[in-house]
């Protein structure tokens, strides 16, 4: 089964915050990924992408803007905000498996942004046929293990240098 893409824009209330709009990434839209990848500080981008980050290159922006029948990513904007404040993005790397990735502006994190969008996502995943999911963070990167353990049941947790390989089962 393959990601359906026909979710409409969803006004969520968040636990810690003002409402959440949450929409798909249109295929092919690197001004918004690259809108939110701009939204994060330096320490954020380090978290997100393993390493130091100051920009992301036009083949970045096109991959992380990819949007198929493997690839399916939401955004997240607060109202009142023209500005997208996160996105959330699984890679189908199998028939029931995917890769799932987040980041959220710093100045929305904490607000339960990063919970939400997972949630939203992760109940994608599930229509599409999805059982497990893989997400790689920095070991020291608390929130993303936080979010991981949050959003689904974990089965393994195996460093791989500096970061942490986690493996979850999505439960109905």
């Known amino acids: 089964m393959v990601f359906q893409l026909t979710m409409q824009t969803r006004?969520?209330?968040?636990?810690?915050?003002?409402?959440?709009?949450?929409r798909p990434l249109r295929g092919g839209d690197v001004e918004t990924v690259?809108?939110?990848?701009?939204?994060l500080g330096e320490s954020s981008r380090h978290a997100r992408f393993n390493g130091p980050k100051p920009c992301l290159s036009p083949a970045e922006l096109e991959q992380l803007?990819?949007?198929?029948?493997?690839?399916?990513?939401?955004?997240?904007?607060?109202?009142?905000?023209?500005?997208?404040a996160a996105i959330a993005r699984l890679?189908?790397?199998?028939?029931?498996?995917?890769?799932?990735?987040?980041?959220?502006?710093d100045r929305y994190q904490h607000l339960g942004i990063g919970s939400t969008l997972a949630r939203e996502l992760l109940a994608d995943a599930?229509?599409?046929?999805?059982?497990?999911?893989?997400?790689?963070a920095r070991a020291d990167n608390r929130a993303?293990?936080?979010?991981?353990?949050?959003?689904?049941?974990?089965?393994?947790?195996?460093l791989e240098g500096p970061e942490v390989a986690?493996?979850?089962v999505l439960t109905q």
């Open 166 to 168: 986690i493996t979850a």
């Open 126 to 136: 599930r229509a599409a046929g999805i059982t497990q999911v893989t997400a790689l």
């Open 65 to 84: 803007a990819r949007v198929d029948t493997s690839h399916h990513a939401l955004v997240g904007h607060v109202e009142g905000d023209p500005k997208p």
């Open 144 to 158: 993303a293990l936080a979010l991981m353990r949050r959003s689904a049941t974990v089965l393994d947790l195996r």
């Open 91 to 105: 890679v189908r790397t199998g028939r029931d498996s995917a890769e799932l990735a987040f980041a959220v502006a």
């Open 34 to 39: 690259d809108a939110v990848f701009r939204r």
């Open 11 to 22: 006004a969520l209330a968040l636990p810690h915050g003002p409402l959440l709009l949450v």
